[in-house]
């Protein structure tokens, strides 16, 4: 079983810059595929970027390509999203989860388990 929890979302300016974190109990985590998926008011939740077990392969939604960065800290058991240049349409809960294959998914039904999700919220 592993417990996820976000943080680090909060309010900022357009082009500023916000990092997540996604800290996991559990110690099978580092072999566990990871992924942030967002979800904004009356949408779809969307992926965003996923990162896999060894932190060899990562993917990111064309939106966010070149503005976000996912990475993971073996020893904190914890994976990062680094956001910069952020823009309103960037608005939306973000939520981590982890999929028992050790793979960088994209497929949000391919997770076993997420987080509660933390709000970003970018004003103009």
């Known amino acids: 079983q592993v417990q996820l929890v976000e943080s680090g979302g909060g309010l900022v300016q357009a082009g500023g810059s916000l990092r997540l974190s996604c800290a996991a109990s559990?110690?099978?985590?580092?072999?566990?595929?990871v992924g942030w998926f967002r979800q904004a008011p009356g949408k779809e939740r969307e992926f965003v970027s996923s990162?896999?077990?060894?932190?060899?392969?990562?993917y990111y939604a064309d939106s966010v390509k070149g503005r976000f960065t996912i990475s993971r800290d073996m020893v904190k058991n914890t994976v990062y999203l680094q956001m910069s240049v952020l823009k309103p349409e960037d608005t939306a809960v973000y939520y981590c989860?982890?999929?028992?294959?050790?793979?960088?998914?994209?497929?949000?039904?391919?997770?076993?388990?997420w987080g509660r999700g933390t709000q970003v919220t970018v004003s103009s």
């Open positions: 989860a982890a999929s028992r294959a050790p793979l960088a998914l994209r497929v949000g039904s391919l997770y076993n388990y």
């Open positions: 559990g110690r099978t985590f580092s072999s566990y595929g």
């Open positions: 990162i896999s077990a060894s932190g060899g392969s990562t």
